[in-house]
């Protein structure tokens, strides 16, 4: 198989406090990783691209200072979100891509609820 | 941009009821097709996919066709279990696009027995 996890599966913290989330591929490398996040009744957005070894791809109007992605192994990449607010409330999601292999298939961690009060 | 457009749910069935979850694109080109699926307490695992016009996608008893005359994916069942019930995303990869994929709101589907 190719299991990813997340943790804290779900996490609630103080406004202007940090939140980090861990991103594993339990039984494969994954050469790439993909942060995303969902509003409730809407799409999955793509956050960040981060490749293991090098900087993290934003997309257009993620702040990376405040969405600050690691991926400093082939099987861990994490998410800090940095002076969290209210609005940061979301459910985050990230995916894994299987290293040295051909296909595009992502594999997706179950999601990592976070409630800023 | 490219866009997922997917009927609203929560969609509710009783066991071994037709279920159709309807979606359609906007994308340049001719993009990929997917549906990924969703368990409670799960993450999203590719359902089936389709790379190009007039393409079936199948797994489970699931079945989506690429019409791109249309531009729609919808998503079919004969026949709806009580294990079915999930959360249901179509999602597009334009071409050139990378793996960037483009995803629906989801539909929550509950089969009832």
Redesign the interface.
């Known amino acids: 198989g190719a299991v ?1 996890s997340q943790h804290p599966s779900w996490v609630i913290c103080k406004s202007g406090t940090s939140v980090k989330i861990e991103c594993r591929s339990l039984d494969f490398q994954a050469t ?1 990783m ?1 942060w ?1 996040r969902q509003f409730p ?6 956050m960040a ?1 981060s490749n293991e070894g090098s900087k993290a791809t934003y997309e257009q109007g993620v702040e990376k200072d405040k969405f600050l992605i690691n991926h400093a192994s082939l099987t861990l990449s994490t998410l800090t979100v940095t002076s969290a607010h209210p609005e940061d409330s979301s459910f985050y ?1 990230c ?1 894994a ?1 299987k290293a040295g292999v051909s296909t ?8 990592t609820r976070l409630t800023v009060l | 941009g490219d866009s ?1 457009t997917q009927m ?1 749910g929560p969609v509710t069935l009783s066991e071994e009821a037709f279920l159709t979850i309807n979606c359609t694109y906007t994308a340049t080109g001719y993009p990929s097709l997917f549906w ?1 699926v ?1 368990y409670p ?6 359902l089936l996919k389709a790379t190009k016009a007039d393409d079936k996608g199948s797994n489970k008893g699931f079945e989506a066709t690429y019409r791109k005359e249309t531009t729609s994916f919808h998503l079919e069942k004969g026949s709806v279990q009580v294990s079915d019930s999930a959360v249901y ?1 179509c999602a597009l ?1 334009s071409t050139g696009g ?9 539909t929550q589907l509950k089969v009832e027995l």
């Open positions: 990813v790439t993909f995303y009744k809407q799409s999955l957005m793509l691209t999601i995916s891509r595009d298939t992502q594999y997706f961690g179950p999601g | 997922v609203e990924y969703q307490g799960e993450g999203l695992q590719l995303f990869r990378g793996n960037k994929l483009t995803f629906g709101t989801g």
